[in-house]
């Protein structure tokens, strides 16, 4: 996640993110906003976190009851 008007980082570095990582990583823009996306835009950077927290959770089906084995843990 980074702040379409970063003026530290570029968009190449979250491109380069999705690139070289192993792990899901979906890149997020977010307009009129600069450094700091907690700061500067803390609803939306929210939404969006607990957005891609979401659907990593329903992909890998976490949060779902299982069902019991009858086995003690």
Known sequence: MQ???DQYGTIRQVEAAQQECY???EGAILPGVRHSP???APALTLET???FINRLLH???EGER???SGVAA
């Open 3 to 5: 702040g379409a008007d």
């Open 23 to 25: 792990c899901p990583v």
């Open 38 to 40: 907690h700061r500067d």
């Open 49 to 51: 976190a607990a957005a």
């Open 59 to 61: 992909d890998h089906r």
């Open 66 to 68: 299982l069902v019991d």
